[in-house]
């Protein structure tokens, strides 16, 4: 099993910023992908950033604004977003996929950005 905690959610004005981090614990060793999702209200979740060793992926709607990193030795993954508009309010979650395809969520961090 592996458990996810995400921290850092918050409100922020447009054009501002938020780091999310995202602990993980447990059999963190069988850990291949770290990732994070949001939903929006009345919106499917969707994936915003992964990443798989060295190798990151970013939905269009936030390339070069959002950076997506981990650090192994802390078991963490983190989101920094800059330059956040309205539409990226949402609920992030965070996302551990191993490598027997086993997918972990974390509960949620709440980001609500005002115009």
């Known amino acids: 099993q592996v458990q996810l905690v995400e921290s850092g959610g918050g409100l922020v004005q447009a054009g501002g910023s938020l780091r999310l981090s995202c602990a993980a614990s447990?059999?963190?060793?069988?850990?291949?992908?770290l990732g994070w999702y949001r939903q929006a209200p009345g919106k499917q979740r969707e994936l915003v950033a992964s990443?798989?060793?060295?190798?990151?992926t970013y939905v269009d709607a936030v390339k070069g604004r959002f950076t997506i990193s981990r650090d192994n030795a802390a078991n963490a993954v983190y989101l920094q977003m800059n330059s956040l508009k309205y539409e990226d309010t949402g609920v992030y979650f965070c996302?551990?996929?191993?490598?027997?395809?086993?997918?972990?969520w974390g509960k949620g961090t709440l980001v609500t950005v005002s115009s």
């Open positions: 447990g059999r963190t060793f069988s850990i291949n992908a």
């Open positions: 990443i798989t060793g060295t190798s990151t």
């Open positions: 996302h551990a996929r191993t490598y027997m395809s086993t997918d972990y």
